[in-house]
DNA sequence: AAAAACTGACTGACCAATCAGTAGAGGTGG
DNA sequence: CCACCTCTACTGATTGGTCAGTCAGTTTTT
């Protein structure tokens, strides 16, 4: 693995760990390895290097998912659903450091006047949205989901397993222990119409 | 007000807008008016400073649902729960700083070390907790919620909440659009048995 | 030899925290 | 009434340290 690897490594641990601001540049260079000035030799800036940390973290997620669902099959629209979150509780868990860069407070709002970093952002969570709503429209198709709107519904069981993780994550609670009824309260969004 | 008040409110929006990190004394005092070392007479380190702003977020979440729940009426353990879910929307609309601070990682990583800041963390989350708990379990009393064990389901219905207010303060979704569909999910939840 | 990768030494800016000292309110004795 | 004292609130100036970023020059690769 090159120098520039190892520092994108470095870094992606580092600002996942401790923040952007809380992260040095100094750190990055040790943890890899390298002396301070290669660092800004691979990257220009401590901000160029949070966004390709961030593109980083938003390909992995991405193919990652591609992955999983190609290499499994799904009876129904519902047991895709279930699928997916069990896999984003399972990634959650081993690429931590993706989610707790993802769920840190500089990327939104370095967003707000970097163009870059929204699209990275957007990209990120289009994604994952869309493919629970792709669930959520099969399961519609093939009688497992009766929920309404597509979208709406996708958003909220989004959220719900984003919220668990975040407790995960933040050592507030064990996802273990929520597992199934998270997977139980999905079932009941997804089966049930009011 | 007194200076000391001014630099607890400030160091509350600046925590919560910037983080720990990047929230700095001197801009803290610049806020509020003061000198820089006022600050430090006042509050006697940047971290027993956070401290006290965040038990003050504590002190104002717990004050807010005491009173919002002393001045309601509710038919059933449902209709509290949807209550619940609705004022905090609602708080964390008009007090989105508490929120912010809340969801921002360096509490979470302060307690890992610091039992005071651990101490003001899960009182927050279990006060919180506690409140959906109670709903369920008056719920299942009286008929409304047939959902099985109250604290998970407390926990996945506030996981939900919360993961959705996260959207909301990061700019990502709009809460107002979802907030139908949250009430509809937290219903199909209560309601229903699997 | 030329280009790319890499480094040590440095700089200016900023930051948390300290400290010696000022200003004023309130109390006390003469 | 005043002279003196004490305590709280507050401040300007400073300090030691850290950090992002630069640059001139060295090493490695092609």
Chains 1, 2 share one sequence.
Request: aromatic share 12%; hydrophobic share 45%; glycine share 6%.
């Amino acid at each position: 693995m090159s120098k520039k690897d190892d520092i994108l490594k470095a870094a992606i641990t580092l600002f996942a760990d401790r923040g952007f601001q809380d992260a040095s540049m100094t750190e990055v260079a040790k943890m890899s390895g390298v002396s301070g000035a290669t660092v800004f030799y691979h990257f220009k800036s401590k901000e160029a290097l949070f966004l390709i940390a961030l593109e980083t973290v938003k390909d992995g997620i991405i193919q990652e998912f591609d992955q999983y669902l190609s290499e499994h099959d799904f009876e129904s629209g519902l047991e895709l659903a279930e699928g997916i979150i069990s896999f984003y509780l399972y990634l959650a868990g081993t690429m931590e450091e993706w989610f707790l860069l993802l769920h840190s407070h500089y990327p939104y709002k370095l967003a707000l006047v970097n163009e870059e970093c929204r699209s990275h952002l957007e990209k990120i969570y289009n994604s994952l949205v869309d493919i629970f709503e792709r669930a959520v429209a099969l399961g519609r198709e093939d009688g497992s989901i009766s929920a309404g709107d597509s979208r709406k519904t996708a958003l909220v069981i989004f959220s719900m397993v984003d919220g668990v993780v975040r407790f995960k994550i933040y050592n507030l609670y064990d996802t273990g222990a929520l597992f199934n009824e998270l997977i139980n309260s999905c079932r009941k969004i997804l089966k049930y119409k009011m």
